[in-house]
T-cell receptor, first 117, second 113 residues
């Protein structure tokens, strides 16, 4: 399977615990994005990486959230001291940006559904 | 800041009908627009990407159009089938923020057999 993969697919945690999600993008893609989707809404942008550099962060990404892409391949999203309002689907997407590819079609993974009790 | 709106929010049709889903965006300085399908509890599947230089893009029974001047895109589904039941999302990239996508709220489609 050469698509975007995410792990775990589901996570149930208690309020106050820390959680970490992983995203593996399509192998040749240099851009990686994180989005959050709550029930009945469209996804909202959280942050993105070009290679290993984190270039943009949404105001939705509070100081309890941190994302890394240490070698420009997979990425992790950590939420510290989880709150019930963090319950959502966390989606990862990747795309290829180069001088010859400008249209930036994004491909999404299956998502990680987080439930905070 | 880009805002994307989709109407209707929900749509229920009998099998076989042709239907149109609407998407509007406020910032016409986009160079493409992407349509996605999302099944309940699942991730997003890319259906079509229309570049600003194109007016239409087709894939099977799906046809998407883009009118930048009016800030509108439509997704046309021909001869709808129960398997088309899903939420359809449109999204526009922000080229000033790494092409991050701004999504509409989606149209929840149910096709009844």
């Amino acid at each position: 399977d050469t698509g975007v993969s995410q792990d775990p697919r589901h996570k149930i945690t208690k309020r106050g615990q820390n959680v970490t999600f992983r995203c593996d993008p399509i192998s040749e893609h240099n851009r990686l994005y994180w989005y959050r989707q709550t029930l009945g809404q469209g996804p909202e942008f959280l942050t993105y990486f070009q290679n290993e550099a984190q270039l943009e962060k949404s105001r939705l990404l509070s100081d309890r959230f941190s994302a890394e892409r240490p070698k420009g391949s997979f990425s992790t999203l950590e939420i510290q001291r989880t709150e019930q309002g963090d319950s959502a689907m966390y989606l990862c997407a990747s795309s290829l940006r180069s001088s010859s590819v400008s249209y930036n079609e994004q491909f999404f993974g299956p998502g990680t559904r987080l439930t905070v009790l | 800041k880009q805002e994307v709106t989709q109407i209707p929010a929900a749509l229920s049709v009998p099998e076989g009908e042709n239907l149109v889903l609407n998407c509007s965006f406020t910032d016409s300085a986009i160079y493409n627009l992407q349509w996605f399908r999302q099944d309940p509890g699942k991730g997003l599947t890319s259906l079509l990407l229309i570049q600003s230089s194109q007016r239409e893009q087709t894939s099977g029974r799906l046809n998407a159009s883009l009118d930048k001047s009016s800030g509108r895109s439509t997704l046309y589904i021909a001869a709808s089938q129960p398997g088309d039941s899903a939420t359809y999302l449109c999204a526009a990239p922000d080229p000033n923020a790494g092409n991050m996508l701004t999504f509409g709220g989606g149209t929840r489609l149910m096709v009844k057999p």
